[in-house]
């Protein structure tokens, strides 16, 4: 069955939702026998979810060694900043904004707070001005900027090909779908006559 939104609806169409396309499209990649045809589709989330919390893990280590926190508070910031963004990932596929600025965001924040709370490492006071904050931060965060370049690369590389095969596997799938469409139209046809 070819799913199409159109204004004139024949006879003998079945009408659906939004949401029962949506789950009727999801459950014939699921269920399609040819794993080469939907590989992309099935996993290509998980994927780029899996290589967002690598690079929250990365960025976590950074500050948190940085920061000298040893285990002070590291599941309270491994779940928002590697855990999270993985998930979110793979339910919205927004791979550079979850893979670099939210646990670019998160890190920091999360380490300067244990420093401060468990007396690990001098940090510049919010009543000092967030001038000297971001110095603070800038001087601990600048040694980490080439592995943040190749994280970035990495992920830009990795997002693009998962779209690029996503899109062939969608073309592939549609178009087999459209010749088992007109087989089955001529089938019928055959049948008629």
Do not use: C
Not at 7 to 26: G, R
Not at 70 to 77: A, D, E, K, L, Q
Not at 170 to 192: D, P, Q, T, Y
């Amino acid at each position: 069955m070819a799913l199409m939104k159109s204004t004139v609806v024949p006879d003998d169409a079945v009408s659906m939702t939004e949401m029962e396309a949506t789950k009727y499209v999801w459950d014939l990649v699921g269920e399609w026998n040819s794993l080469s045809d939907t590989w992309a589709l099935r996993y290509g989330s998980i994927f780029l979810g899996g290589l967002n919390a690598l690079s929250g893990v990365i960025i976590n280590r950074h500050y948190r060694n940085k920061l000298k926190l040893g285990t002070y508070g590291y599941i309270s910031s491994v779940v928002p900043i590697t855990v999270m963004p993985a998930m979110l990932t793979a339910l919205f596929h927004r791979h550079l904004g979850m893979g670099i600025g939210y646990p670019m965001v998160l890190g920091p924040a999360s380490a300067l707070l244990f420093a401060n709370r468990y007396s690990t490492f001098r940090v510049p006071q919010l009543n000092e001005g967030p001038k000297k904050m971001f110095k603070f931060l800038q001087k601990i965060t600048k040694p980490f900027n080439g592995s943040l370049a190749v994280i970035m690369v990495a992920q830009f590389i990795a997002s693009s090909a998962v779209t690029y095969f996503e899109m062939k596997n969608n073309f592939s799938l549609r178009n087999k779908m459209l010749a088992i469409e007109e087989k089955v139209f001529g089938e019928h046809e055959l049948k008629n006559r």
